[in-house]
């Protein structure tokens, strides 16, 4: 067995695996979890990751494949569930949907989708068509339901041939997918420039589906109802008190009477106000105050046990709060009625949601300022609450999630906290930048909506470089590519590439930009007609050795930008070989797939990874893949040497605050149930420092360089030491020096810091401690 067959049985072994794994977790949840819903979703995953299983034992799905359901096209949208793994069903596939059945029924056909499919190229079915591409009362949950509109915009902008090949494409699958769009309300204008993480609508769920904090309506309980009666009950204890000694006087029949009427109304409280639970448990002050009443209201001698508790309950109540009515006593009940009254996070989540319900619901909103701000008199009025009264933190972020507003302003108000986040939005900005290059209104707003569907398609896991399908080969976005228009589209699609760009660097400079983005920013750079060579991440657990031609083009791009720097030095690379092969296998036109360009490229990243990188472990991929992120720097240099990015705070302000985020991940590994993961993050977080402080000029270099020390300085003694290594490292290449050929200097005492290792990773262990 060569090595390639035993990788292939290896991935195969893990895909085995992996979805059993996901299954036995999802019966756990749905036999064990309190909340109904949640239990429901877990219903629903363990039927999907029962369909995945199913098709594999059966091989009805080839897993790694674009194509991975027999029988269905590679742009057919397939369910996937986590991982990458196709079900075997399509997500435009299932039972007929509400609104289908409605339609049969309104056009007197059979309910099923064949029949549906035939009604929609009738003269009404097109008329109707037409009537939503004129008013955009229609939603894209999936890119098939964009493909009859797209036959509608054909047929009546006078390409019947376009329409019938499309149609011609779509028959086969009439009778098993949806082809048509949903019912909707007619969209707000696009703009460009804007984007929004929640629409106002999904804020208002959020806020709304927000449930009284049974602990905290507990503690609201106790101090309105229990603690004015308790004060009662100890009152009347201390009537019968001569010299702090409790029944030093006999209860006269006044006080039995009141004593009577205490515990009919503890009776009454006690059906009424079930949260707080401490005035029940025997042993607890109220409890034995109370017994000890219901003993002597029957006129019954207390024994001298049960008058000794309450003798301490009774000196216990008083030394802590006073006795009632005393100056201490007041003004601790005047604190915790005003806590009481404050409104509960419940009612004022109702009011926000009631704020956002008046708002359009299908889009972000450019004012959240009305949302949160404090309640005023008429809704303190309308709904019992205090004026005045500050809309708590957790609300806040969730209204503020539907602010519509650049992604830079999003960001520097932290309502995107990470790249991944970014990344999720970006599809809203490239799908109307995208749509800008069709003349015709209607199908840009078709085209839009199209993309962001697609956007929601989750990835398929694939093996054998095979990539993930692109927007273009959907069957109704190729029909329609013809009247794409270029020059001013391509022009405000390279503005958005490098606006996204710095605002991606800028945000998050210590962050490898997540797949996702990465995504986003081709689809961007292919719309602006730059040539830019954007790589992925790749998956430790599935790497098959290789790599496509993409990646030695990107690091031809590092080469040229950072020849002779200190990231060059730092890695130890020879950019001037990787730009030399790049510009050799160019010539020969030999970068793409299954060519000498992948291959020499895995060479090099194998020869930088060192001994072990040969052998199938997730470690050894994990450290050859950590070399083809430093050879192409993971894109950064792309964004700033093709593309020109220049974050406005400059690079040696992205330096140091990548350092501080090093800081940061290296104090959360101690004590870490996974280290490994956090170290792996830290090394990518100093290896984007590298790059930024590479493009400082030297006296830049130098400053940075001394704030590090600084910041170190400041550090716990342990993230001092594990960073020592890196630091002394980072020091010598600045000073001229390099390293050894194990990647070590000073014996051990200054080493080049890479996240993955096959043996154990220096910095699990503080220097100079076993």
Request: hydrophobic letters at 45%; one cysteine or more; aromatic letters at 6%.
């Amino acid at each position: 067995m060569n090595e390639q067959d035993e990788k292939t049985q290896q991935t195969a072994a893990v895909h085995a695996g992996y979805p059993a794994g996901r299954l036995a977790r999802a019966f756990t949840t749905a036999a064990t979890h309190e909340d109904p819903d949640t239990r429901r979703r877990a219903e629903e995953r363990i039927r999907r990751w029962r369909d995945a299983m199913d098709g594999m034992a059966q091989g009805r799905l080839t897993v790694g494949s674009r194509t991975p359901v027999a029988g269905l096209p590679a742009w057919v949208t397939p369910e996937v569930v986590r991982g990458g793994f196709a079900t075997g069903a399509a997500s435009a596939g299932g039972p007929l949907l509400p609104h289908e059945a409605e339609t049969a029924r309104r056009a007197g056909t059979a309910a099923d989708r064949a029949a549906l499919f035939a009604h929609w190229l009738t003269d009404a079915g097109l008329a109707e068509l037409n009537s939503m591409l004129d008013n955009g009362a229609y939603e894209v949950a999936v890119p098939e339901e964009a493909a009859l509109l797209t036959v509608a915009w054909l047929v009546r902008s006078g390409d019947r041939l376009g329409a019938l090949r499309l149609l011609e494409t779509l028959r086969p699958f009439a009778g098993r997918l949806r082809f048509a769009p949903r019912p909707g309300a007619a969209p707000e204008p696009a703009d460009a420039a804007v984007a929004h993480r929640l629409t106002v609508g999904e804020a208002a769920q959020s806020i709304g589906r927000r449930r009284p904090n049974r602990a905290v309506e507990a503690m609201r309980e106790a101090l309105t109802v229990w603690n004015p009666f308790f004060d009662d009950m100890l009152e009347l204890w201390l009537e019968t008190a001569d010299s702090g000694r409790v029944l030093a006087r006999t209860p006269d029949e006044d006080w039995i009477a009141r004593a009577g009427a205490l515990l009919r109304q503890y009776e009454r409280l006690s059906a009424e106000h079930t949260l707080c639970t401490k005035h029940r448990k025997p042993g607890e002050n109220p409890a034995v105050l109370r017994l000890a009443l219901e003993t002597c209201a029957g006129r019954r001698a207390l024994a001298p046990r049960r008058l000794g508790q309450l003798q301490l309950a009774v000196d216990s109540m008083v030394r802590r709060r006073g006795e009632p009515g005393s100056g201490r006593h007041r003004e601790l009940r005047a604190r915790q009625a005003a806590d009481a009254a404050r409104p509960s996070h419940h009612a004022l989540a109702q009011l926000v949601a009631r704020r956002l319900s008046v708002l359009p619901q299908d889009t972000g909103t450019p004012d959240v300022g009305p949302l949160v701000a404090p309640v005023t008199e008429e809704e303190a009025r309308a709904g019992g609450l205090t004026a005045g009264a500050e809309i708590p933190e957790p609300m806040r972020r969730v209204a503020e999630a539907a602010l519509s507003a650049p992604l830079a302003t999003l960001v520097a108000r932290g309502v995107v906290p990470s790249a991944e986040v970014l990344a999720g939005l970006v599809p809203q900005l490239v799908a109307s930048t995208a749509a800008l290059a069709y003349p015709d209104e209607a199908l840009r707003v078709l085209m839009a909506a199209n993309y962001r569907a697609f956007r929601n398609r989750r990835s398929l896991l694939l093996l054998n470089l095979e990539r993930q399908v692109r927007v273009e080969e959907l069957p109704w976005a190729a029909a329609v590519a013809g009247v794409r228009r270029k020059g001013a589209a391509g022009r405000s699609a390279r503005t958005a590439l490098v606006h996204l760009s710095e605002v991606a660097l800028q945000g998050f400079p210590a962050t490898i930009l997540p797949n996702p983005l990465v995504r986003e920013l081709s689809t961007l750079a292919r719309q602006a007609g730059e040539d830019v060579p954007f790589v992925e991440e790749l998956a430790a657990d599935i790497f098959m050795g290789t790599f496509s031609g993409k990646f030695l083009a990107s690091a031809a791009v590092a080469g040229r930008l950072l020849g002779g720097s200190l990231y060059e030095r730092y890695y130890g690379l020879d950019y001037e070989l990787v730009v030399a092969l790049e510009e050799d296998t160019r010539g020969r036109g030999l970068l793409g797939p299954g060519t000498s360009a992948q291959r020499d490229f895995a060479d090099l990243c194998h020869a930088y990874a060192g001994p072990g990188s040969r052998g199938w472990s997730v470690a050894a991929n994990g450290k050859v893949i950590e070399q083809a992120q430093i050879l192409t720097t993971h894109n950064l240099a792309a964004l700033a040497g093709p593309l020109g990015a220049a974050p406005a705070p400059g690079w040696a302000d992205l330096a140091r605050r990548s350092f501080t985020t090093v800081c940061r991940l290296t104090a959360r590994i101690p004590h870490n149930p996974r280290p490994l993961p956090m170290i792996k993050d830290t090394a990518y977080a100093w290896r984007q420092m590298l790059f930024h402080l590479s493009l400082c000029p030297a006296d830049e270099q130098a400053a940075v360089l001394a704030r590090v020390g600084d910041e170190t300085a400041r550090q716990p003694d342990h993230v001092a030491a594990r960073l020592a290594p890196a630091l002394a490292g980072l020091r010598l290449v600045a000073a001229g020096g390099a390293f050894d050929m194990d990647g070590t200097a000073d014996g051990g005492r200054a080493r080049r810091f890479l996240g993955w290792a096959t043996e154990r990773h220096w910095m699990r262990d503080v220097p100079g401690r076993r």
